[in-house]
Nanobody, 121 residues
Framework: VRLVESGGKLVQPGGSLNLSCAAS????????MGWFRQAPGKERVFVAA????????KYADSVKGRFTISRDNPNNTVYLQMNSLEPEDTAVYYC???????????????WGQGTQVTVSS
């Protein structure tokens, strides 16, 4: 499965971004999907995930209420809507996929190449 993220860019604090992740699989609807991020000098950490079968979502406490994960199964795409962005959200954001997997913990079997999000004035 190939995952391709897009949508990352430089944005001012308080701004919004919508990241996309396109998956190359006919079985997209059976994949749990999620997002991780890695800030410079830090480990990659969980951000959000969405289940494959019932739309249940899970968020890291640091983004709860500001970020929303969603999926478009006919178009094999998962999104991460990010609002009220803070400098601490600056990181490379990675998309992950796990066939029929759980969303907590979310352990992707496949990763994208990442997209850079920079929050700065």
């Amino acid at each position: 499965v190939r995952l391709v993220e897009s949508g990352g860019k430089l944005v001012q604090p308080g701004g919004s971004l919508n990241l996309s992740c396109a998956a190359s699989t006919r079985m997209f609807s059976r994949y749990a999907m999620g997002w991780f991020r890695q800030a410079p000098g830090k480990e990659r950490v969980f951000v959000a995930a969405i289940s494959w079968n019932n739309g249940i979502t899970k968020y890291a406490d640091s983004v709860k209420g500001r970020f929303t994960i969603s999926r478009d199964n006919p178009n094999n795409t998962v999104y991460l809507q990010m609002n009220s962005l803070e400098p601490e959200d600056t990181a490379v954001y990675y998309c992950g996929a796990n066939l029929a997997g759980t969303i907590w913990p979310f352990r992707p079997s496949y990763w994208g190449q990442g997209t850079q999000v920079t929050v700065s004035s």
